[in-house]
């Protein structure tokens, strides 16, 4: 028993670091509008969240939201910092002249409205942006153009960092890859989802189990996906990110207790309206085109399915394999296919994660 313990502790301490890019891409917005005489206006909504991570200043309070005092205190290099990261300018690179700038506080956001002059700069003008590339792989910039009829905004990343203001808007193809590929994304880059699905598979033996558990799991989270996303029930993000790590600490605890997972599709159901409202609070962070809403929400919520089967796809193999090494290879080995020691060494490593988060996210 100390043995296994002593292995726990050590499976915490490796994969305790992932939190740090569990639900942390860094995703800003801009919403920009060509006004008469070649007038263009940008504005900037940035999460504090990630301007802390940037300046390492205790810029947000509890929920996220933007502390107007810390903010004050730091103002200037924030909006220096923005403003670098920003341009306006034609194809030949010629930038529009740089009219005025304000910042303030926006609930958990901070927001840069700038103004720019372009009536000395000719051809097809394009809104340029870097913002976070450097500091991650994932950072992108949702681009909202006034009077562009676009049925979603496309996302600037380190590949594609600029955008035509006056160019064609996407297509519906477009839209549906952008936000097939947003849900597949966040499936693989949210580790408290991958670590909710592998502690509910570890002591399912059968294909049928499998698969009533992950049904139960995707209609509980599309139910509040489309509910929250449509506001029709709300919740704080805060309590919702708790929430979830408190659904992989139950699982997890689950394993110790109860081997059999025939009828374990009921509790997933229960525990998956959780998650739909974290999958919704994404969906909203990447903003919702007013006249394709339901478009949308469809792609990314096939987009989570389609992560969701692969991780499933990926994780069960490993699962099956590694545990009929460990069958075949032990001493008095039992006879069904499934060997405790290892079900419980890896739930033990899932509900110590479950904590960790947990904690990080309440206190």
């Not at 903010?71 to 909006?79: E, G, M, V």
């Not at 103004?115 to 051809?123: E, F, H, L, Q, Y």
């Not at 996906?225 to 029709?232: E, Q, Y």
């Not at 001493?331 to 020691?341: T, V």
Request: glycine residues 6%; positive net charge.
């Amino acid at each position: 028993m100390i043995i296994f313990w002593r292995s726990v502790v050590l499976m915490f301490l490796t994969f305790a670091p992932l939190d740090a890019i569990a639900h942390q891409v860094f995703l800003s917005s801009a919403r920009i509008t060509e006004n008469p005489d070649r007038q263009v206006s940008v504005e900037l909504r940035v999460e504090g969240s990630d301007l802390e991570k940037v300046f390492k200043v205790p810029l947000t309070i509890r929920g996220g939201i933007v502390n107007p005092h810390e903010l004050a205190k730091h103002r200037s290099k924030i909006t220096d910092y923005l403003m670098v990261k920003m341009a306006v300018a034609n194809g030949a690179g010629d930038s529009c002249r740089f009219a005025s700038k304000s910042s303030h506080e926006y609930f958990n956001a901070v927001l840069l409205e700038t103004k720019w002059d372009c009536k000395k700069t000719a051809g097809e003008l394009f809104y340029h942006t870097s913002l976070f590339f450097d500091e991650s792989p994932t950072a992108g910039q949702l681009v909202f153009i006034t009077g562009m009829k676009q049925k979603t905004p496309p996302l600037l990343n380190a590949k594609t960092p600029k955008i035509s203001i006056t160019g064609r808007p996407p297509t519906f193809m477009e839209t549906t890859t952008r936000f097939v590929a947003s849900g597949i994304e966040h499936i693989f880059i949210g580790f408290d989802h991958i670590a909710f699905l592998v502690a509910l598979l570890l002591w399912a033996r059968r294909i049928w189990s499998v698969v009533k558990v992950v049904t139960a799991f995707t209609i509980a989270h599309t139910i509040t996906l489309t509910l929250a996303t449509l506001d029709i029930v709300t919740l704080p993000s805060s309590f919702v990110e708790a929430a979830i790590a408190g659904t992989i600490i139950y699982v997890a605890a689950e394993n110790f207790f109860r081997r059999e997972v025939e009828t374990r599709w009921l509790v997933t159901f229960i525990l998956g309206l959780v998650h739909g409202f974290g999958f919704a609070s994404v969906l909203k962070n990447f903003g919702l085109p007013d006249n394709a809403l339901v478009t949308a929400l469809a792609m990314f919520n096939v987009g989570v399915e389609i992560g969701q089967i692969a991780i499933v796809g990926i994780c069960l193999p490993i699962i099956l394999t590694v545990d009929y090494v460990i069958v075949r290879n032990a001493p008095n080995a039992p006879n069904n296919r499934r060997n405790p020691a290892f079900v419980y060494l890896a739930s033990g490593g899932i509900l110590l994660l479950g904590v960790y988060w947990f904690v990080e996210r309440v206190f």
